[in-house]
Every structure is written in structure tokens, then in C-alpha cells.
């Protein structure tokens, strides 16, 4: 979780200037694509919608022409599917400033037993912020993913037996 998009240098939750609450992801297209990324994020919310404020609007960053050009072709399919316009922006990326501490992992670290095992494998809050397995964690227990998903990389996620547990049975009953 950080602030982009905007002109003010290192921006912070209580001094944003004219940036945008983001999330920046690294991916490797061999394995998925950035028009799957573009699925994900337009079934993850209402892009139609105008937002409160500056902070809140639907945005997406791109780092080349190929990107933007997938951009603007699902944004015209988006429309066509749901009758509405997209009101999401599309501007080149220039910089991604990490928000602070506590805004990262923000679910998982409302779960104390999943914490505590992480606290033994990331020795600072900057190795749990970067963690592949710590955001996908943050993610089952936000409500994201199905039994079937976890179950594929349950073993990836580092956490013991009663762990594992405890979150497949979280994940079934958000089904």
C-alpha cells in the first residue's frame, strides 16, 4: 500500500497532496499476464462510481504504450459489458512512495496467531511488507480467495499446522 499519482514529494497518510491510495505490484508475465491484472482489477471494484475525493478514485498507472494501450482496450470493454462509463484514470506511472508501516498488512495484523508465527520469520516490518506470502495471507484473511486457491499454496504461506488450519477453516466459512 502507498500514494502515486501525484506531485508532492513523500507524501504521508495525513499530508497526501494530490496523490491516490495505490497498490503497486510486481508480477512475472510468463506466468500472469497485465490483462489479467486488468481483470482482477475491475471485478475488484465499482469503477463507475465517482469517488469521495482525490485519495479514493480508481486509477491505473502504466509503465509503457503496450500497457496503456491494454489499458484503454479494457476500459472499452469494461463499458460495453456493464452499459456505464469508466471513470477510472489512466496516466503514466512516475513514482510509488511506500505508506507507512501500519497501513501494510493492515487485516493480517489483526490476527494475532498469524503474526506471531510471522514475527518469527521477518525480522523487521519491511521484510513482512515485501513478503509474497505475507500478501497473500493479508488476502485470505480479508476475505479474498477460495478453499480451492489456498489449498494450492497453503504450503508457500510459512505457517505451521494449527495455522493452516485455523485459516483454511476461515476460508471455507467466507465461501
Not at 15 to 21: K, S, W, Y
Not at 143 to 165: H, K, P, R, T, V
Amino acid at each position: 500500500m502507498g500514494y502515486s499519482g501525484g506531485t508532492l514529494k513523500d507524501p504521508s497518510y495525513h499530508d497526501l497532496g494530490d496523490h491516490t491510495e495505490s497498490i503497486q505490484m510486481d508480477f512475472d508475465p510468463e506466468k500472469l499476464s497485465f490483462s489479467e491484472l486488468l481483470e482482477v482489477f475491475w471485478a475488484s471494484h465499482d469503477p463507475t462510481q465517482k469517488a469521495s475525493s482525490r485519495q479514493y478514485i480508481s486509477i491505473l498507472f502504466y509503465h509503457n504504450e503496450s500497457q496503456k494501450q491494454k489499458i484503454i482496450e479494457s476500459i472499452s470493454e469494461e463499458e460495453r459489458k456493464r452499459g456505464r462509463l469508466i471513470l477510472t484514470e489512466v496516466i503514466p506511472f512516475r513514482e510509488f512512495y511506500l505508506a507507512e508501516e501500519y497501513h501494510q498488512k493492515y487485516r493480517l495484523k489483526m490476527f494475532r496467531e498469524f503474526m506471531d508465527e510471522y514475527s518469527k520469520i521477518f525480522v523487521s516490518d519491511r521484510e513482512l511488507t515485501d513478503s509474497t506470502a505475507a500478501a497473500r495471507l493479508n488476502g485470505y484473511v480479508s476475505g479474498m480467495g477460495d478453499l480451492l486457491q489456498l489449498e494450492n499454496e497453503i504450503d508457500l504461506l510459512g505457517l505451521s499446522s494449527a495455522a493452516q488450519d485455523k485459516l483454511r477453516k476461515m476460508v471455507s466459512a467466507s465461501e
